[in-house]
């Protein structure tokens, strides 16, 4: 996956109990994310992660037939852009992670454009210039 500009790299929280040899799996490191171990007594750490991947298993991979790993990271891989740069988010007040601009129609009968997300399974709206 790749770095975005204002976000800190891609990483997985490991719990402290899991096995040795976690940091060093293939299915991480070809990933691109840096495994880092939750701080003990830390569940919060743990809550950030788990949110994500719920997300993510909800919005994408319950709609979809991963075909193999390549066909997974390139979901992955569009989804992470779509969660930053088009999915509103109920804590940042209905903004983006990126801080995508909203555009005001000051006309009431504006056209809307669909831009499919996802291979169509979700979309971005957005007036007409």
Same mark, same amino acid.
């Given at each position: 996956?790749?770095? $975005?500009? =204002? @976000?800190? #790299?891609?990483?997985?929280?490991?719990?402290?109990?899991?096995?040795? %040899?976690?940091?060093? &799996?293939?299915?991480?490191?070809?990933?691109?994310?840096?495994?880092? $171990?939750? =701080? @003990?007594? #830390?569940?919060?750490?743990?809550?950030?992660?788990?949110?994500?991947? %719920?997300?993510?298993? &909800?919005?994408?991979?319950?709609?979809?037939?991963?075909?193999?790993? $390549?066909?997974?990271?390139?979901?992955?891989?569009?989804?992470?852009?779509?969660?930053?740069?088009?999915?509103?988010?109920?804590?940042?007040?209905?903004?983006?992670?990126?801080?995508?601009?909203?555009?005001?129609?000051?006309?009431?009968?504006?056209?809307?454009?669909?831009?499919?997300?996802?291979?169509?399974?979700?979309?971005?709206?957005?007036?007409?210039?």
């Amino acid at each position: 996956m790749r770095t $975005r500009e =204002g @976000l800190s #790299s891609v990483s997985i929280f490991l719990s402290v109990r899991c096995c040795a %040899g976690c940091e060093e &799996r293939p299915e991480i490191l070809n990933f691109g994310i840096e495994p880092k $171990r939750i =701080g @003990l007594q #830390s569940p919060w750490q743990n809550g950030v992660a788990e949110r994500f991947v %719920g997300s993510c298993r &909800r919005d994408l991979l319950d709609h979809v037939i991963v075909l193999n790993e $390549r066909h997974l990271k390139r979901l992955i891989d569009e989804y992470v852009s779509y969660y930053h740069d088009d999915r509103t988010h109920l804590g940042l007040d209905k903004k983006t992670p990126a801080g995508r601009v909203v555009t005001k129609n000051p006309a009431a009968r504006g056209k809307v454009l669909s831009l499919p997300r996802l291979g169509g399974l979700h979309h971005r709206y957005q007036l007409a210039a």
